[in-house]
């Protein structure tokens, strides 16, 4: 049952980016911008996609019968708290959409950056979307608990890291004492 309920969540997810980039485009704003350093995420999320799915309704998945594969622990309560983290992961992420209103982008909008948000969650954490990500991964990893979500917990978390320094980077040489000021009031992540 916990591992429909990953995949719905994921797919919730999905949804969500989806309908604000065309809400975005039909206001003429271009809601991605993914440069060639970033050339791993979209293959992280085809693969996350394709193990939840695959995981979830049984599908063939390459060395299925080796130790990657199999249950690293099997404690339901633990898979029902990895539920609970998928769900305020979705909750999160609602929040920082409307939080973020029309400023939502995937990646840095060098040639037309938007106001800087600081209020709403962005008054909490000044990532929550990564945040966010980042207790769907370890949500997903309860719930399927092997080797496979552990090192997609990893490899996520790094990549979204990453992401964080760059656009971080690149708000400190744009909205200079502003986000500097921010910065010190509110953490990075919580």
């Not at 969540?9 to 980039?21: M, Q």
């Not at 309860?142 to 990893?154: D, E, K, P, Q, V």
Request: aromatic share 18%; hydrophobic share 55%; glycine share 6%.
């Amino acid at each position: 049952m916990q591992k429909y309920f990953a995949f719905a969540f994921f797919i919730t997810i999905v949804i969500f980016v989806v309908i604000r980039a065309n809400m975005l485009r039909i206001k003429g704003v271009k809601a991605f911008f993914i440069e060639k350093v970033d050339i791993f995420i979209l293959p992280f999320v085809l693969i996350l996609l394709y193990y939840i799915t695959a995981m979830t309704f049984n599908l063939p998945i390459p060395l299925r019968d080796t130790i990657i594969n199999r249950p690293l622990f099997n404690i339901n309560i633990l898979s029902w708290l990895g539920v609970l983290f998928c769900l305020s992961s979705v909750v999160g992420f609602i929040f920082s959409l409307k939080s973020f209103g029309d400023s939502f982008r995937v990646g840095v909008d060098k040639e037309n950056p938007d106001k800087l948000i600081t209020t709403g969650v962005f008054g909490v954490s000044r990532n929550p979307i990564y945040l966010s990500f980042d207790l769907l991964l370890i949500g997903f990893f309860m719930i399927f608990a092997n080797l496979i979500f552990l090192s997609m917990l990893c490899l996520g978390t790094l990549l979204f890291h990453r992401q964080v320094l760059k656009e971080e980077k690149f708000l400190k040489e744009h909205y200079g004492e502003e986000y500097q000021d921010y910065a010190k009031k509110v953490h990075r992540y919580l």
